[in-house]
């Protein structure tokens, strides 16, 4: 039986990616026609996880979101009850996940149900209530291993005025607030790659 019990995840097939302009790494231009393009609801499907962690010609849609108060960011380790095992050990500053087909309750679709999607995992990973910014700032992008062929990163930039954010799944261990200038220097090679990309983009590297 799969790990993943028959869970479905959102994604756009590697050709819509292709189209609307692929990348390695950070991307920043064209945000708007891009991600209107991949919420648009005629260019994404659900499609059974466990095939879609092993079929590179399909990504899966990803919010990733980076919490900020001032100089310092939300980072934490990938627990072994995470669902994805290719990552676990590694240093993270982005919290989410895929997007189910419970986020289109009350028949929401498109925007509204990534949205919703963003909330839900924020609401289930973190112990957060919190007066906050949420913007989209990148998309994110790395074909160089197996877990970054089959995703397709959408980082948010949460901002804070207080460090009271928690974790609320032990899939998130030692969760702290942190200095990005260690984050992006001596802590830099023990994160993911993903978070290494988002800290060089905040750093202004």
């Known amino acids: 039986m799969s790990k993943y019990a028959g869970e479905e995840v959102l994604v756009v097939p590697r050709s819509l990616f292709e189209e609307i302009g692929s990348f390695e790494g950070i991307r920043t231009e064209s945000m708007d026609q891009a991600i209107e393009r991949l919420l648009d609801p005629t260019n994404h499907f659900f499609m059974d996880r466990a095939a879609a962690e092993d079929d590179p010609s399909h990504k899966q849609l990803i919010p990733y979101c980076v919490i900020r108060c001032g100089d310092r960011i939300v980072n934490y380790t990938r627990g ?11 240093r993270s500053v982005g919290v989410g996940g895929h997007i189910n087909p419970v986020d289109t309750g ?100």
């Not at 072994?80 to 590694?90: F, N, P, V």
């Not at 609401?123 to 998309?139: R, Y």
């Not at 089959?150 to 930039?157: A, M, P, R, S």
């Open 106 to 205: 009350g028949g929401r679709t498109g925007p509204d149900a990534y949205q919703a999607a963003v909330e839900r995992e924020l609401e289930e990973e973190l112990v957060f209530d919190l007066p906050h910014t949420n913007t989209i700032i990148a998309l994110l992008n790395d074909d160089s291993n197996p877990v970054g062929q089959v995703h397709l990163g959408v980082v948010h930039l949460i901002e804070i005025e207080e460090e009271a954010v928690h974790s609320n799944e032990d899939a998130l261990a030692d969760m702290c607030f942190t200095d990005l200038s260690e984050l992006n220097g001596p802590l830099f090679e023990r994160l993911e790659t993903w978070s290494q990309f988002c800290i060089r983009h905040l750093a202004g590297n």
């Open 80 to 90: 072994k009850s995470g669902g994805e095992s290719r990552l676990h050990a590694k």
